[in-house]
């Protein structure tokens, strides 16, 4: 069993937003996993947002990476999987879901736990019978 973490539980990490305790005590269970591209846009939003430099984000992320969460490459599995699931679960009015957030959920496994506060991923999570655990946003409130 894993947690899987989307980008929004590493910028809460990184950002001490309301969710960085939780996210933090995921990562020191030592099972966490994250695709690679979360992770990518991770680093983009701290970077380009955020103002948050190289070496800042090599600091920030390089030591937990390093010693407790699994970076999965996007596959040809996880991208037919990342596609089959956008198409399922995306509408543009009422379920904004991002392709990059349908590759968390298709790296998650019927034993795993997606962690997140985005409600689209959390609803589609819910209806493909994934376990999720609901971050608080930035503004504390849980979806």
Known sequence: MAHVLDAFALLAMA???P???????VVRRGDGRVAAVNLAEALDQLGRVHGHDDELLDST??????????VAPIDEALAWRGAVLRRRH??????ELSLVDCFALGLAGPADTL????PPLLRAARAEGIAVRALPDARGRRP
């Open 15 to 17: 950002l001490d937003e």
């Open 19 to 25: 969710a960085a305790d939780e996210v933090e005590a």
């Open 61 to 70: 992320f390089a030591p937990f990476l390093a010693e407790a969460v699994e």
């Open 90 to 95: 995306y509408r543009r009015r009422t379920s």
């Open 115 to 118: 962690v997140t506060a985005d």
